[in-house]
């Protein structure tokens, strides 16, 4: 076997078993195995740049490189469907098809899964472009985040159309939902409402190795194109399983309105059950003839309608409210309820999310509320029984002083939160920070728990981040609890902590809106804290991806001459506070200074390899074009957008050669012109 042949081999065989553990949900080899097959995989192709493809599965893992999206027309408008909350409307819009046909008909019944809806082109058997719904005449190109989706065929099998469209549903199972927001807690990062939002905020991140990391999935519902085999939706969509695609196993092809009822009710009380979230189902006629007689309004198809579960409530007691603090000061109200069943679960709090909503639910201690779960985790307040009002209850206001230290708290304008200012000085602060500073994602200093730290905190050891590094066995030790072992484990575990590289040490400080991403991007621009540290608002906005709050939030930091004094301790003490400039991976000073956009596709190197050329040349690639650009590196089908703000602004293009002949790098001699 060539080696050729041999790489395409493994990269059907890892198809193959993506489809089996993403498809069907029936892995027929170990992780362990499959991992070890992508390894090789990825380093023949590393060794072999020459057979890069890029429908590869080693392509699924996304890129860091980021891209804003161009937008694209669909062949077909997306239309949406009629929505219905009652079962009189769902028989008002079977009449009327009846009517309308006069002839027998089937209807397909499918769920209707809640997600964020996506058209895929496919064309001689591979996915070409993934464009969001947008505003259903164009949307936003996702294909590289779509392509990471393991679920979704990036070639087909079978006997498909040569050219065709297939839509589906883009969703974030509630495990990895679950688990995404638990992380999203534990580092104090806004928590998703639901896992429409986040599928939804998901699909829309700008860098694909993100996505890839989010494990996504997708049902598909729908295929059109001019060459379809059937002429029944429910064969297209049978058929369209063979292709690879995900296709839901519960469908129903239905001829009576009893029918179409109890696959309605049936769902209605097993969603709970299914590992994805759905929001209702969804009635279609199944006769493509049929639906090209029926039609569409200006909005919506005629041949089909949506019927909508009502979310599950429950009226319960409202016994008191309590005001929590957490590790940026933001304080959270939350409602103590006399505990009642909703969904399957017994619920005892509910979020009431800020003091505007408080104030228009018109809150009393007694009141009968209702709660909602309706897809977040945690259920809220959606109402209030005002007839069960008792007569003494006391109005719920919130509180103006931290119910930790007393500081009075303040709201940022434009901002929904009430904030306690006391960073320094409020214990869960305080702590909260120091958790943060140590979790795993941070300084991974590990023995130093929640229980540990409060110790530590009771005994006057612990008062902030850089106090850490102060710790002595002995006076660990002398503590209760704390023995030998897991002290002088705890000391090595600090002493390890002084490698962790730059960025998440910044990542780690806790810097209010600089989570780990942006931690990075900081990290990278400015080298070293110092020269973070000296950076005005203007340098900051510079950066890609750092807005305003950001900014604002980072002069803040530095502004302030306690953290100043955190941050020369913990340089004291060799903690890494600057970026460990891998001096070798420099290779000239052509570029000093230039912003450079990269856009388009390439020859002789991918976008990841010019990224690394860029910076090798002391230059700094940006993801947009602005007035700052200094040219843009462009390749072929560089995106209209792109080409029309470059030329609006007199922004220089570079194409391969020139800009490989402006650093000196030879033209690779695999390259085929
Ligand atoms: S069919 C013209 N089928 O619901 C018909 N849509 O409000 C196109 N959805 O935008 C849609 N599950 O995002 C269809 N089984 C299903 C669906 C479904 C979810 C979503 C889709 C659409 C919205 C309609």
Not at 256 to 265: A, G, K, R, S, Y
Request: aromatic share 8%; net charge negative.
């Amino acid at each position: 076997m060539t080696v050729k042949e041999q790489i395409e081999a493994l990269r059907q065989e890892i198809e193959q078993h993506n489809y089996y553990y993403y498809v069907l949900s029936q892995p027929i080899i170990s992780d362990y195995e499959y991992d070890m097959k992508m390894k090789q995989l990825q380093e023949l192709e590393e060794k072999y740049p020459e057979y890069f493809d890029p429908l590869s599965p080693t392509q699924r893992v996304g890129s860091d490189i980021t891209t804003s999206f161009e937008q694209a027309y669909h062949t077909y408008p997306m239309l949406s469907l009629g929505n219905t909350y009652t079962e009189g409307e769902v028989k008002d819009f079977y009449e009327r098809v009846r009517k309308a046909l006069n002839e027998p008909f089937e209807l397909v019944c499918e769920l209707k899964y809640d997600g964020v809806s996506i058209s895929i082109t496919y064309e001689h058997g591979e996915i070409q472009r993934a464009v969001t719904r947008g505003d259903g005449e164009k949307g936003d190109v996702v294909t590289a985040n779509i392509k990471t989706i393991r679920s979704i065929p990036l070639r087909l099998k079978g006997d498909y159309p040569d050219k065709f469209e297939i839509r589906g549903e883009v969703l974030m199972p509630w495990a990895v939902f679950e688990a995404l927001n638990k992380e999203r807690e534990e580092q104090e990062e806004p928590l998703f409402a639901n896992p429409r939002n986040a599928a939804a905020g998901t699909i829309k991140l700008q860098n694909s190795a993100i996505v890839a990391s989010r494990k996504l999935d997708a049902y598909f519902y729908y295929v059109l194109g001019e060459q379809l085999p059937f002429d029944t939706h429910f064969e297209n969509l049978q058929a369209a399983r063979g292709w690879g695609f995900k296709i839901s196993e519960n469908i129903k092809l239905c001829r009576t309105l009893d029918e179409v009822w109890d696959f309605i009710h049936f769902w209605d009380k097993e969603r709970k059950n299914l590992p994805v979230p759905i929001d209702g189902i969804v009635l279609k006629v199944n006769s493509l003839e049929q639906q090209r007689k029926l039609g569409t309004t200006a909005k919506s198809p005629r041949w089909a309608i949506a019927y909508k579960y009502q979310a599950e409530k429950a009226l319960t007691k409202l016994l008191s409210v309590t005001f929590q603090v957490g590790r940026t000061g933001a304080v959270t109200p939350v409602a103590n309820l006399e505990p009642v069943q909703l969904s399957g679960t017994t619920v005892k709090r509910a979020s009431l999310h800020n003091a505007d909503i408080i104030e228009s639910l018109d809150l009393h201690i007694g009141d009968m509320v209702y709660v909602e779960k309706g897809g977040e985790i945690i259920p809220k307040i959606t109402g209030v029984e005002k007839s069960a009002r008792p007569q003494n209850g006391e109005k719920v206001v919130f509180i103006k002083n931290c119910p930790e230290c007393n500081a009075p708290l303040i709201r940022y304008p434009g901002e929904a939160a009430h904030y306690c200012p006391n960073e320094n000085g409020c214990p869960p602060q305080i702590k909260g920070k120091i958790e943060h500073f140590v979790s795993r994602k941070a300084m991974n200093i590990e023995g130093l728990g929640e229980e540990t730290i409060n110790l530590l905190y009771e005994n006057g050891l612990l008062h902030n981040v850089a106090d850490i590094y102060d710790l002595k066995i002995s006076d660990l030790v002398s503590l209760e609890r704390l023995g030998l072992k897991s002290a002088s484990n705890l000391i090595s575990s600090i002493e390890k902590s002084k490698e962790v590289p730059f960025e998440r040490v910044l990542f780690a400080l806790g810097i209010r809106f600089v989570g780990e991403t942006v931690a990075k991007k900081l990290a990278y621009a400015f080298k070293s804290i110092e020269a973070l540290q000296q950076a005005d608002y203007e340098d900051l906005i510079q950066v890609e991806e750092i807005g305003d709050k950001i900014a604002q939030s980072v002069r803040q930091y530095f502004s302030d001459p306690k953290n100043l004094e955190i941050i020369n301790r913990l340089k004291a003490a060799g903690v890494q506070l600057s970026l460990n400039d891998d001096k070798s991976k420099r290779k000239g000073n052509e570029l000093e200074g230039k912003s450079i956009v990269i856009s388009g596709t390439f020859k002789y190197h991918s976008r990841e390899e010019y990224k690394d050329l860029i910076e090798a040349h002391g230059g700094k690639n940006v993801g947009s074009v602005s007035s700052k650009t200094s040219f843009i590196l462009a390749g072929e089908n560089m995106g209209p957008e792109k080409l029309k703000k470059a030329q609006n602004l007199g922004i220089e293009l570079i194409d391969e050669n020139k800009f490989l002949s402006m650093i000196n790098e030879e033209i690779p001699s695999s390259a085929t012109e």
